[in-house]
């Protein structure tokens, strides 16, 4: 990870000190420990063991988050806690992972297990407003104070930033993904039918693709290639999928007004060719309402993890509202 030229605010001399930053994922782990710049010092990654079930997913992050905090004490680093977020509901006040269809979490105090396995003082916090929130102080939604990030990738969430402060709301808040866009449509996985995630995910882009040309597609971003090349049933899957996506964007400007929507994952590394249409799909849809710029995001797959270091350092030196207000106390290198 470059620099991100974000300096966390020093209440002690010396630069020894870091934080551990964890992005679990339901395939895989990005961890790293981070300095006060969120400069990376190190990093790893590790495959997460979903398969195996919640237990060994718990053990595994416990098991990176030690391999961490040994990697911090053989370069002299004082370790001043560790943030781990993580996808599906979570409650950051309560420190809970309320609910993960992926991972198979049900109202599990994630943190208070944590600290217990590993010895570390941990701040939770959800993936995507971990994202969002890297991309507010330090991307592509830098200094705007009423922002949506919506990565688009399996599946189809949000981070909502409204008056500056991230819309939590239990950890319910954000799941755009889940607006039904297409009544009646294709059923969901969350047990409803035509959720946005059924039509404008990266999954569902490659299943309607697939069923029309009568094959297996190397997902959206053989569309994406194929509609380059002029490809009419990639044309017709692509443009239902903008069509849905700025129907649910019409509707979060109309309730929260963001001023910035900033669109990552894994579709929206395709840049104008999502982002060119979405605008002006969006665009046809707005009457009166606030017209929020759509970008696409800056941080990449370093968002969840800089947003986990933010919200370790936040909790560590209470420095804003990111993660859980918890003083962590400082802990040495070698013990």
């Not at 999954?203 to 490809?231: K, S, T």
């Amino acid at each position: 990870m470059p620099s991100t030229a974000m300096s966390v605010p020093r209440d002690e001399p010396g630069g020894s000190d870091c934080v551990i930053a964890l992005d679990v994922g339901g395939t895989g782990m990005k961890g790293a420990l981070l300095d006060r710049d969120l400069n990376a010092l190190h990093t790893v990654r590790r495959a997460t063991p979903r398969r195996a079930g919640p237990d060994a997913v718990v053990a595994e992050i416990a098991a990176v988050l030690r391999g961490l905090d040994e990697s911090a004490a053989a370069r002299a680093l004082t370790v001043r806690g560790a943030g781990v977020v993580v996808p599906g509901i979570v409650d950051e006040e309560t420190r809970t992972a309320v609910h993960s269809v992926n991972l198979g979490w049900r109202d599990l105090p994630l943190a208070a297990v944590l600290e217990g396995a590993s010895g570390l003082p941990v701040t939770l916090g959800h993936d995507v407003r971990a994202g969002g929130a890297a991309e507010c102080r330090l991307g592509a939604a830098r200094g705007v104070r009423d922002a949506w990030f919506v990565p688009v990738g399996t599946g189809i969430s949000a981070a909502v930033f409204s008056d500056g402060r991230a819309v939590r709301a239990g950890g319910y808040a954000g799941e755009l993904g889940h607006v039904v866009v297409e009544p009646g449509g294709e059923p969901c996985a969350c047990g409803g039918r035509g959720c946005l995630e059924t039509v404008a995910s990266a999954a569902a882009i490659g299943a309607a693709y697939g069923a029309r040309v009568g094959r297996e597609v190397d997902g959206a971003a053989e569309v994406a290639a194929m509609l380059v090349r002029g490809d009419a049933d990639a044309r017709a899957v692509w443009d239902r999928a903008v069509e849905a996506l700025a129907a649910a964007l019409a509707t979060a400007a109309t309730l929260l007004a963001p001023e910035v929507v900033v669109v990552g994952g894994g579709l929206a590394e395709s840049g104008g060719l999502l982002l060119d249409p979405l605008r002006a799909a969006l665009d046809r849809r707005l009457t009166f309402q606030r017209r929020p710029e759509v970008v696409r995001a800056a941080l990449g797959d370093r968002a969840g993890c800089l947003g986990a270091g933010l919200a370790a350092w936040s909790t560590a030196t209470a420095i804003g509202p990111v993660g859980t207000a918890r003083t962590a106390p400082a802990r040495p290198a070698a013990r």
